[in-house]
């Protein structure tokens, strides 16, 4: 079905990101591949990729952006990226915009501008989102990393888990308990404070071992008695959670629409497959049983990709729901899921092969229903926004 959500600026945005991604991501000689047995992309790709017009679209141009703020740009990102069989969120591109932006756009006051702004643009600053703890993941309200005031300074102690970009990043965006919070208004307590590469007690822990995205660095990070100067506080005080609850559903709408990329992927290295491949002196594909599976998976995408189309405009008009955001990221990526094994099913014994995008692709899916909010605390979001 034909796509009416974009315009020619975002099809010259589309091929020339293309052409990066085959020139200084995949390369002649597999430097993505070489990435993923490392497990972290090198700091430069994001220096290219600044260099090249693809990290902080929407910071204003003051600030050494492009001065777009078009959620449409951030898409063909993430479906060139899976197109090319190199995960969206593996590449860490996709968190730096999409979902650690936002929160310096909106909160930075005038001075953290100037200080920030420039660095994520060119990508000599890279960005993390540190909610999740070792004991707390869904229940962001009951997180217990503290960020005690001290005068001038923030007294931090406390540790994170799973932080994408966790090796690389320069600025942690992290969530921290600033107040008691009583049991009635536990929200309140929270705030956003960016912790910087360098200062005192301010640990990274081990880059830890994935089933997928092998390209992204995952990382505890630890905070023992981390001085930070109040001027590292984001927005207001006790404000934390909000800004959180806020800026989900873009964080959300970005998992879906890479979700459905990958679905579209795996179906066409499936489609180009069962083509060629035969069984009992006919083309797989010509089985009716593999006809069927590609007309579902194919319907199913189809209609996936129309919701989360329908949601980038919605965001882009400010009106993308908590909910629909929810349902994006739960329905979409459970499709991922499906087309993924049962494409993989119809490779056959190289499905099973890493040498394969498909094997790569199906490891890489799992975790997309877990991270963002796990998709059962989506479906939360949506039965409490039914009355529910
Ligand atoms: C590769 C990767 C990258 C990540 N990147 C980041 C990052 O950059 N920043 C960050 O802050 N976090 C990140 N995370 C963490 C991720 O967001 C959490 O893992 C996720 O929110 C789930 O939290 P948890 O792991 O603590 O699971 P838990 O909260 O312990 O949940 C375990 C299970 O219980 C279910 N459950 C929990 N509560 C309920 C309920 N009320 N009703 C029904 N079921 C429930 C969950 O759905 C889940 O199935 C990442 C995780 C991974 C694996």
């Not at 591949?33 to 992309?41: F, H, L, N, Q, S």
């Not at 650690?100 to 643009?121: K, N, S, T």
């Not at 009106?319 to 490779?347: I, M, N, S, Y």
Request: net charge negative; proline share 3%; aromatic share 10%.
């Amino acid at each position: 079905m034909r796509r009416s959500l974009f315009e020619d600026v975002h099809e010259d945005f589309r091929a020339s990101f293309r052409t990066f991604l085959e020139r200084e991501v995949i390369g002649e000689e597999g430097r993505y591949g070489e990435w993923e047995r490392r497990g972290i992309i090198p700091r430069e790709v994001f220096a290219l990729a600044g260099r090249g017009g693809f990290l902080g679209m929407a910071v204003p141009d003051a600030y050494g952006g492009a001065g777009a703020e078009d959620f449409r740009l951030n898409l063909v990102i993430g479906e060139e990226s899976q197109h090319a069989g190199v995960g969206s969120f593996s590449l860490g591109i996709t968190l730096h915009n999409d979902i650690c932006l936002p929160y310096f756009l909106r909160y930075c006051d005038e001075p953290q501008r100037r200080r920030w702004l420039p660095g994520i643009a060119s990508g000599e600053l890279i960005t993390a989102l540190a909610m999740t703890e070792p004991g707390i993941g869904s229940d962001l309200a009951a997180i217990a990393t503290s960020a005690r005031r001290e005068g001038d300074h923030y007294l931090v102690n406390g540790a994170k888990t799973f932080i994408t970009n966790g090796i690389n990043a320069d600025l942690v965006i992290v969530a921290v308990k600033t107040g008691a919070g009583g049991h009635q208004d536990r929200h309140r307590g929270i705030s956003l404070l960016v912790l910087e590469r360098g200062m005192d007690g301010f640990e990274r822990g081990r880059n830890l071992e994935k089933i997928g995205q092998h390209a992204q660095d995952t990382a505890e990070l630890s905070f023992t008695d981390v001085r930070v100067p109040v001027e590292n506080l984001l927005g207001g005080e006790g404000e934390g959670f909000l800004y959180l609850v806020s800026n989900l559903p873009q964080e959300r709408l970005s998992i879906a629409a890479s979700a459905v990329a990958a679905a579209e992927a795996a179906l066409a290295w499936t489609l180009e497959y069962v083509r060629e491949r035969k069984a009992f002196g006919q083309a797989i594909g010509s089985f009716q049983a593999s006809r069927f599976t590609l007309a579902e998976l194919h319907g199913e995408t189809q209609i996936a990709r129309a919701f989360v189309d329908r949601c980038a405009q919605a965001l882009n008009d400010a009106e993308l729901t908590p909910e629909d955001a929810a349902t994006a990221k739960w329905w979409c990526t459970d499709l991922q899921g499906r087309v993924v094994d049962r494409c993989l099913q119809l490779f056959g014994g190289y499905g099973y092969m890493l040498e394969y995008p498909i094997a790569r692709a199906f490891a890489d899916a799992r975790v997309t229903r877990i991270y963002g909010g796990a998709n059962e605390i989506m479906k939360e979001i949506v039965g409490r926004s039914m009355g529910l």
